[in-house]
Every structure is written in C-alpha cells, then in structure tokens.
C-alpha cells in the first residue's frame, strides 16, 4: 500500500522569498511516479510538477523544483522567488503504473504574504 | 481542447434522495477517475475506468454509490440514498493513453441536509 504524508498543514511566506513545502511517502513498489498538484481556492487542481522514481536528477519546472530523497523517501517542494498567484492548497501524491490511482497527502495551506 | 468538464457544479439535496454527477474528459483520454474530497483533506480514490471497463473501486464506494462509463466517453457517479457523511467535492480526472499525468476537473459540491 502506499501512503502520503504532508506535516505541515500551513505555511507562510513573503513575496519574492523562497518557501520549501514537505512530503514524505511509503511504497513497496519500486516503480513509482511523484507529483505536486496545485488547487487554489474553488479552482480546480492543477500540476506542478512530477517525478520519476528511476530518475536522479530532480525535476524543475521554472519557479518549481523539487529535493527528491529515494532512500529517505522524501520528495520536497521549493518555491522560488513566491508569487501572489501561487497561494493555494498544495498536495503532494505518489502514483504507480500498477495501481494507477493517485494517493494523495493531507495538503499544506500556503499563503503569501505582499 | 475544453479540458474535463463536470457538472452539475453545486448540488443540494435532502437525506435519502439519490444524486447523479456526470464528468466528460478531455477528448480520448482513455481513462477516466473519480476521487472524494472532504473538506481540509486530500482526495481520495473512489474508482477508475480504462475506456468503458471500470477496472479498480475502492472500498470507500459503498452499495450505495454506482458509477458507469458506457460507451468510454463521459462517466456518471450515482449516489442513492444519500447521507450526511456523503457530503464532500467529487472530482473527476482522466489521462490519455500510454501517459500517467491525470488532469481534473472542476468538480461537483454535494451537500446533504
């Protein structure tokens, strides 16, 4: 089974700063895919970022990167130079090509602060 | 390309009516989600087709909720004999072939009285 853990439900950050966003994770799988989504507030949830198991380097995505730790199993977010517009409950989730289904954690609240 | 479209958007009901959501996914995106989601949590799997074949249900999808994808187009998510505790944002996702990513819907708010 595999399960998602985000400790922190919000967080807070000035604007143009960098804010780094925690996620932990088991599986049992070997082959595995990460993702960040997005979902601001009564907007639908959108992509921020993913990442293949097998795969080293961390995936970055502009402003976006990740710090994926495969051994610790740890899979972070780092928000650079923070926007307005990124305000929003961010969900990390875990997702196997066997199971399909996405198993997502609790979220983290970020708010921006101008 | 529209995107997935759900609808109805809100839906208010009484206790023990039935309610019926229908997604309509992204142009041959072959598999189609649904996920629950209750209010501070992240969602959760509720079940997924591949075209018309629903292929996993979870055990949260009680005897009371149904769901069909009849021809691998759109879906609908039935719920009958609706209870308090069924009142949550369902979300619907759907990937196209041979691809992971999953791309959402705006999902439907139900609310039982």
């Known amino acids: 089974a595999q399960t998602v853990t985000q400790s922190q439900p919000e967080m807070s950050v000035q604007e143009a700063e960098t804010v780094t966003l925690s996620c932990t994770y088991d599986t049992s799988e070997s082959d595995y895919y990460l993702f960040w989504y997005k979902q601001p507030p009564s907007r639908q949830m959108i992509l921020v970022i993913r990442q293949e198991a097998y795969k080293q380097q961390n995936a970055t995505e502009n402003r976006f990167s990740v710090n994926f730790q495969k051994a610790a199993k740890s899979f972070s977010l780092k928000i650079s130079d923070s926007q307005l517009g990124d305000a929003a409950m961010y969900f990390c989730?875990?997702?196997?090509?066997?199971?399909?289904?996405?198993?997502f954690g609790q979220g983290t609240r970020l708010t921006i602060n101008p | 390309d529209t995107g997935v479209s759900q609808d109805p958007r809100h839906k208010i009901t009484k206790r023990g009516q039935n309610v019926t959501f229908r997604c309509d996914p992204i142009?041959?995106?072959?598999?189609l989600y649904w996920y629950r989601q209750t209010l501070g949590q992240g969602p959760e799997f509720l079940t997924y087709?591949?075209?018309?074949?629903?292929?996993?249900k979870s055990r949260l999808l009680s005897d009371r909720f149904s769901a069909e994808r009849p021809k691998g187009s759109f879906s609908t998510l039935e719920i009958q004999r609706t209870e308090q505790g069924d009142s949550a944002m369902y979300l619907c996702a759907s990937t196209p072939p041979e691809k992971l990513v999953q791309y959402f819907g705006p999902g439907t708010r139900l609310l039982v009285l």
């Open positions: 142009s041959e995106h072959n598999r």
């Open positions: 087709f591949q075209n018309e074949a629903q292929l996993e």
């Open positions: 989730a875990s997702q196997t090509p066997r199971a399909q289904k996405l198993v």
